[in-house]
């Protein structure tokens, strides 16, 4: 028997080498061994079946056993690390099947889990055996039945580089190939899980409920890997953010103050620098081209009944960058990988949902098989995706239960709900004083809700990582449309997220530096302006009422047209309602109560305004100023 230490010893605090998480393993020249594992562990009770992706020196048609360890002891000098461990056979852990890939280094095999332990694998050729740990944990009370994100909640969208460095002594590793340099506006600055950690008191007193964090996982690139979206390793936290464990205790943390928490996936493409790109599974595990052949992002290709299969198949396969492979989800094998490493994550950290980058541009079908299988193992969970495409039908073809005219159904429970963004967006950044134009465009975005199969899973936001602060767009930067703009976004139907530093009404640091100059550090304490104290309280004035509100996060919405660069709008259940008024123009405007008697005739015209704190009459004689809104609660007559 061959007296090899594995590369990396798969268990939960059992990672027998650091550096393999973060290099791509090297098969040359190498004694034959188990190099990785994944997933990394697994529990009891779980809906998802188990398949073991072995990576090692030729695996191929390796016979596979199982032992169940009852006694560790230290191995002496002589002995390999198993032969310090005493085992027995085992019907906890089972081995349904196998099979093998394309590539001689792996070996997929089936297993069925029937109780915790820790457990030796064998992988046996001839004289050649190879041994590898594995543990099976008991799955928390009530893991199933978790509860998610919801349009009760607040999403706080922080880039995580670019947010809180909280420990300086992890920007730059050795096992990683950019080290971090603040001068390089493109590069790492140091922002980390404990860094948010550190924040979490802020995120609530904000107002926010739960947390989204972009990319947390190993994205190793040479330059630009701050933004994590080129994962090189789908199971380690990027030792720049800080560790797996460490992760998971800022998830606890969170949960302690009332915070849920959101892990940000990719499932279209990977990186360049993933360990598995040196040797492929199957040549098919990623799309190829002669060379490079980069996406058409033609989404509609999905649900146009004029589209082409060449334009299709190039919005599928072809590539998002030239450093980011697509993934092929058409593999099989590749599908089952992704399903149980999402499961993974959130069993392991206990997280309360996911976001997807690039929704679209995944192979629609399997993706759809890819939330089922979420959603089957966690059946409250909410999933959201972003769809970054207008208009309103093309983004709702994409939610669970659409009524799509060709039986489509995605299973992703919520959406971006890019639509409304763009006219929020476009309502402000100019005096609106044309037809069409200021908050009608609002009134025209919300009027396509019927579109969609839930209007409470839209993703509401109005500016996020990868685009120009709200603040950048509105005209003459004023902190009054702004203003509007949260206001709307608080209160309208959906999940309202807010992008990390527009609390404070933040603009970009170089808006001809695109995405880098936008994703700017939160201001220190003894940084902030009288200006940015004023927009963090009236932010806070608003989310911390919508937190405690039934009509804001659940009620039905009736809403009225104007033509003179207002909005009014009522968020109502059968107890009470909320009224909204936002005055865009330049000028004030009186409110035409009269209007909204079909609904104001249910309950009291007087309540106070969360905004300013005074009491106001809804009434023909109530004026509200120039660029300004007015939030009313009101009760049931």
């Avoid at 085992?87 to 095999?109: C, D, I, M, W």
């Amino acid at each position: 028997m061959r007296k090899t230490i594995l590369a990396a010893i798969v268990a939960l605090g059992l990672i027998g080498c650091q550096k393999a998480q973060v290099k791509v393993p090297t098969l040359e020249n190498a004694e034959p061994a188990v190099v990785r594992a994944e997933p990394l562990s697994w529990w009891t009770d779980m809906q998802t079946p188990l398949t073991i992706m072995f990576y090692g020196q030729d695996l191929q048609d390796a016979q596979v056993s199982v032992e169940e360890v009852v006694e560790i002891a230290e191995p002496t000098p002589e002995q390999a690390w198993w032969e310090a461990y005493t085992t027995r056979p085992t019907t906890g852990l089972r081995v349904k099947g196998q099979h093998n890939a394309e590539s001689k280094n792996y070996l997929f095999v089936d297993v069925d889990v029937k109780k915790a332990g820790t457990y030796i694998f064998t992988l046996s050729q001839g004289d050649k055996c190879d041994k590898c740990l594995y543990t099976i944990d008991t799955r928390r009370a009530g893991s199933r039945e978790r509860q998610s994100f919801t349009s009760a909640d607040v999403i706080y969208l922080i880039m995580s580089d670019r947010f809180v460095d909280g420990d300086e002594s992890n920007n730059s590793t050795d096992n990683t190939l950019e080290k971090g340099d603040k001068n390089n506006m493109d590069g790492r600055w140091g922002g980390d899980i404990q860094g948010i950690i550190n924040s979490l008191d802020h995120i609530s007193e904000l107002g926010a409920t739960a947390i989204w964090p972009t990319p947390l996982l190993l994205d190793n690139e040479p330059s630009w890997s701050y933004h994590g979206y080129a994962c090189a390793d789908y199971y380690h936290i990027d030792p720049r953010f800080g560790t797996n464990e460490l992760y998971k205790q800022m998830v606890a943390a969170a949960h302690n103050k009332g915070l849920k928490f959101i892990m940000d996936i990719v499932t279209n493409h990977a990186g360049l620098a993933h360990w598995w790109i040196a040797d492929l599974p199957y040549s098919d595990w990623i799309h190829q081209y002669p060379q490079f052949t980069q996406t058409n992002n033609a989404f509609t290709t999905n649900h146009d009944p004029n589209a082409s299969q060449y334009d299709l198949k190039l919005n599928e396969s072809g590539w998002f960058d030239t450093h980011m492979p697509d993934m092929n989800l058409d593999n099989a094998d590749l599908l089952q990988y992704f399903k149980q490493f999402a499961i993974w994550w959130i069993e392991y950290a206990d997280l309360d949902g996911l976001r997807v980058d690039t929704y679209p541009y995944n192979e629609k079908h399997p993706m759809s098989e890819w939330c089922k299988a979420i959603r089957r193992e966690y059946p409250n969970i909410n999933i959201v995706g972003e769809c970054w495409t207008r208009p309103a039908s093309n983004v709702a073809y994409w939610q669970a239960d659409a009524p799509n005219q060709d039986g489509f159904n995605s299973n992703l429970p919520s959406v971006m709900d890019f639509p409304t963004e763009e006219a929020i967006r476009q309502a402000l950044e100019n005096d609106g004083n044309f037809w069409g134009g200021g908050l009608t465009r609002v009134y025209d975005a919300v009027a396509q809700d019927f579109l969609y199969a839930d209007v409470n899973r839209l993703l509401l936001f109005v500016g996020n990582h990868d685009m120009d602060r709200i603040a950048d767009v509105v005209k003459d930067k004023d902190p009054r449309r702004v203003k509007i703009a949260t206001t709307l976004m608080a209160t309208m139907r959906g999940i309202p997220q807010i992008f990390a530093g527009d609390e404070y009404g933040m603009i970009s640091a170089d808006m001809n530096r695109g995405h880098s100059g936008l994703r700017q550090p939160l201001p220190l304490p003894e940084q902030l302006t009288e200006e940015q104290k004023d927009m963090f309280d009236f932010q806070s004035r608003l989310f911390q009422f919508r937190k405690t509100e039934p009509a804001l996060q659940y009620g039905k919405t009736m809403h009225f047209m104007s033509r003179d660069n207002t909005y009014a709008f009522f968020r109502y259940t059968d107890e009470s309602a909320v009224f909204v008024f936002a005055n865009a123009a330049e000028q004030p405007r009186t409110i035409p109560a009269d209007h909204y008697n079909e609904i104001l005739q249910y309950y009291t015209t007087t309540g106070t305004d969360i905004i300013s704190g005074q009491t106001v009459e809804i009434s023909n004689n109530t004026v509200v100023p120039a660029l300004s809104s007015i939030v009313v609660k009101l009760n049931k007559k």
